[in-house]
């Protein structure tokens, strides 16, 4: 079934569309309610730790870079998880991660539709927000299934909608603001304390969270070995560099005040009038719905990658693993996932796994982390092992990795190398870090989310597994 379904798949995200996986994965709506946060929490400092805060997630994209280099299949994080400790944690990594996936598009179609009801009311109230749920539901799977190259289409149209008038915001606010007393008041900046900086650091941590949507379609982008590192570390540093200029103009035009609409949207009626208001408001829509798109693609790749794996056992198994002959998509996969997260967002049941669901991504960074030193370690190893006997065979077995990690320089011979095992344990400290800041609550429901995911492997994946691989 594998390899047959997998050469099905078609090479339909460039460059380009690798970018805007990873904006539209980071872009969302968080964008439009935090600068009154960060600015509440952290005052003329605030621009600054987006920079501070942003190289250090930056740590943990690189990570994600190396990964989709080595291991150039689609299932991202689940592949991963695979490779570095075998089918039981990447089910479970697979679970909790679908989970949180999930959870995260059945939240935005609410986010979606409130901003929306700005400007029709009618789509927040009663039957007409479910139509809108169902509406947009079958918008996602009818987009999604027709081909990866009409969802990129998509995708390319929704980004410069969401874009444009974000740099327009920029452009005519710089242009109107006093740079003189802006300046003087941003060298008046004093550091906050520390526990305060930690409280804004999270929130700005938070805003990077979606970076990884690009990997798990690995396998439908091409030369995924330079795309995807170049696209995450190119975008997610010029998301960065963006949400700075964008907190910095808000600090500096709105200050401390708490406004009574969004903060974006309230920026945008200071600068432009009403009319800014109104299309600062419709680039919420646009900004949500790119999102909900970009984690569409990825999402769905998720289980179509654990069924190629044979994690999902059985004729469900061979449901998701399959391919349209007409479209070349996982069909089966994208259905299922738009009928759950419409389902959820229909219900409401959404809010309760949303509570766990930032921890559950967190966690998963930092399996993927450990992932990538244990390769990183088989690779030195491995090294030692060709200097010491040419005919080793643990040589030949990670040859891949070798060529990959020791360069012409050698094992970590260099100083580049050398930083190249540094990163991960940055990486590392800053998930765990962050994951040391989730509530009590999120932590029981993540319990128990691993609790279902490990009966569900034990009782019933996992002897499927055995009979199938036996």
Known sequence: ????????????????????????????????????????????????????????????????????????????????????????????????????????????????????????????????????????????????????????????????????????????????????????????????????????????????????????????????????????????????????????????????????????IALANMIFGETGALIMTLTAVVSVAGNLLANMISTSRLTFSMAQQSLIPGKLGQKLGEIHTSFATPAVSISILGIFAGAMALSGSFVWLAISSVLARLVVYAVCVVVLMKAQRASLQGATLQSASSQSSMQQDNSE??????????????PVNLFRRLIPFVALAVCAWSIAQSSTNAWLFLLGELVVGALLYFFYFAPSNKESKG
């Open 401 to 414: 990795n070798n060529a990959y990690f020791n360069g012409s320089a050698g094992a970590f011979a260099s």
């Open 1 to 264: 079934m594998s390899s047959e379904n997998k050469s099905l798949l078609t090479k339909g995200i460039g460059g380009i569309g690798a970018a805007l996986l990873v904006l539209n994965g980071l872009i969302g709506a968080g964008i439009f309610a935090l600068p009154a946060k960060m600015a509440a929490e952290l005052g003329a400092f605030s621009p600054y730790i987006f920079l501070i805060f942003g190289a250090l997630m930056l740590a943990i994209v690189w990570c994600f870079g190396q990964l989709a280099a080595l291991y150039q299949e689609t299932g991202g994080p689940v592949v991963y998880a695979q490779k570095g400790f075998g089918d039981a944690a990447a089910f479970q990594t697979g679970f909790i991660y679908y989970l949180a996936r999930a959870t995260a598009i059945a939240a935005n179609m609410h986010v979606l539709l409130l901003y929306a009801g700005y400007v029709w009311p009618e789509l927040n109230a009663g039957i007409g927000k479910s139509f809108a749920i169902i509406a947009l539901t079958t918008a996602l799977i009818v987009v999604n299934i027709v081909g990866l190259k009409a969802a990129m289409r998509s995708l390319d149209t929704i980004s410069a909608l969401k874009l444009l008038p974000f740099v327009a915001l920029i452009a005519v606010g710089y242009w109107q603001l006093d740079f003189s007393t802006a300046l003087v008041r941003s060298s008046e900046t004093v550091v906050p304390a520390f526990d305060t900086i930690s409280a804004g650091a999270l929130l700005t941590l938070y805003a990077f969270i979606g970076f990884e949507t690009v990997v798990v379609t690995s396998g439908e982008t091409s030369s995924p070995k330079k795309t995807i590192p170049r696209a995450l570390m190119l975008t997610v540093s010029g998301i960065a560099i963006f949400y700075f200029c964008v907190q910095w103009l808000y600090w500096h035009t709105v200050g401390p005040a708490k406004p009574d609409s969004a903060p974006l």
